[in-house]
């Protein structure tokens, strides 16, 4: 069980790291004349994550399930997660951030991921809040999470998508690709 709150404490622990890196690039973005979009719902975001966190917790602390053999597809399909997850934020760079951050003027980046899907990172946390809870069979907190995650994601993208369509060239960049299934261009 231990091994078990040591894998979910890594976790948050990089969720940690994460917001300290994006509020050191929106401080630069700020600096450079840049604007926070969608604040009234970055809240609820922040929200949706520590109760996921403690929801996860509870689940697994009081369903003393054991290690499943099929547990280690939703680990590994995570495991992949997290690396789609580096390529997406070293793709974006200084741009990427969990707050809605505009450039007004800035060239959207469509490198790495972006190349093929506007929003490989939303995907990667789709993904992340199903798969984390089924490795440990928590079931209760895979299924209400990921339903409060698509309701939340799909006010934030719309939020987003406008705020950069008015603001810089996301509107030409990603008019081919899709929100969350590859496209690939020829």
Same mark, same amino acid.
């Given at each position: 069980?231990?091994?078990?709150? %040591?894998?979910?404490?890594?976790?948050?622990?990089?969720?940690?790291?994460?917001?300290?890196? #994006?509020?050191?690039? #929106?401080?630069?973005?700020?600096?450079? $004349?840049?604007?926070?979009?969608?604040?009234?719902?970055?809240?609820?975001?922040?929200?949706?994550?520590?109760?996921?966190?403690?929801?996860?917790?509870?689940?697994?602390?009081?369903?003393?399930?054991?290690?499943? %053999?099929?547990?280690?597809?939703? =680990?590994?399909?995570?495991?992949?997660?997290?690396?789609?997850?580096?390529?997406?934020?070293?793709?974006? $760079?200084?741009?990427?951030?969990?707050?809605?951050?505009? %450039?007004?003027?800035?060239?959207?980046?469509?490198?790495?991921?972006?190349?093929?899907?506007?929003?490989?990172?939303? #995907?990667?946390?789709?993904?992340? %809040?199903?798969?984390?809870?089924?490795?440990?069979?928590?079931?209760?907190?895979?299924?209400?999470?990921?339903?409060?995650?698509?309701?939340? =994601?799909?006010?934030?993208?719309?939020?987003?998508?406008?705020?950069?369509?008015?603001?810089?060239?996301?509107?030409?960049?990603?008019?081919?690709?899709?929100?969350?299934?590859?496209?690939?261009?020829?």
């Amino acid at each position: 069980m231990i091994a078990v709150y %040591l894998f979910i404490l890594l976790v948050v622990v990089q969720r940690i790291v994460e917001v300290l890196i #994006a509020n050191r690039n #929106a401080k630069w973005i700020r600096s450079q $004349g840049g604007y926070e979009a969608g604040k009234d719902h970055y809240k609820y975001i922040v929200a949706l994550h520590f109760l996921f966190f403690i929801s996860l917790l509870i689940e697994v602390t009081v369903t003393n399930h054991t290690f499943m %053999l099929w547990s280690v597809l939703p =680990l590994v399909v995570f495991l992949l997660a997290q690396l789609g997850r580096v390529w997406a934020l070293s793709s974006l $760079g200084r741009f990427w951030n969990t707050r809605i951050m505009i %450039l007004p003027g800035a060239k959207v980046i469509a490198k790495g991921p972006y190349r093929y899907l506007r929003h490989p990172n939303y #995907a990667i946390v789709v993904t992340e %809040l199903a798969c984390l809870p089924l490795i440990f069979q928590a079931y209760w907190t895979a299924i209400v999470f990921t339903i409060l995650n698509a309701v939340i =994601l799909s006010t934030r993208i719309q939020v987003e998508e406008r705020a950069l369509e008015e603001a810089t060239n996301y509107q030409k960049t990603f008019e081919k690709r899709r929100r969350f299934f590859p496209t690939y261009e020829k």
